[in-house]
């Protein structure tokens, strides 16, 4: 599983979430209120026979400022759980679109920090 938290600021921040909703085929939006949109979004790939679910969590702090946590996992199935690098292409192709699109939009983005399953064993 990865997760990675990055930060956006700009003028008109309230397109990110429709952005979002219009890029990520079968995604699921729940917004739970004004300020926190939740994006489910899961696809089965054959060459893996597994399943990868990515998450997108984005939280407005303020007018001009968002919060994104972005979590990929799954993927991988069998006696050893590959995932064919699923997860790090997912979360490469994600990482790719927001810098895309805060090019776009005049957006800055900060990248706070990246997590990974390893990070919570012990």
Do not use: C
């Amino acid at each position: 599983m990865r997760i990675f938290e990055l930060s956006v600021s700009g003028t008109n921040l309230e397109r990110l979430s429709a952005i979002f909703e219009d890029n990520m085929p079968y995604a699921h939006a729940n917004k739970t209120n004004l300020q926190t949109h939740i994006f489910i979004n899961e696809k089965h790939y054959f060459r893996s026979d597994g399943l990868l679910v990515t998450t997108v969590i984005i939280n407005y702090s303020q007018s001009n400022q968002a919060h994104i946590q972005l979590i990929v996992g799954g993927g991988g199935s069998g006696l050893f759980s590959l995932d064919w690098n699923l997860e790090k292409n997912r979360f490469n192709e994600l990482i790719g679109f927001l810098k895309a699109v805060g090019e776009q939009e005049n957006w800055t983005i900060n990248f706070l920090k990246d997590y990974s399953v390893e990070d919570y064993e012990e």
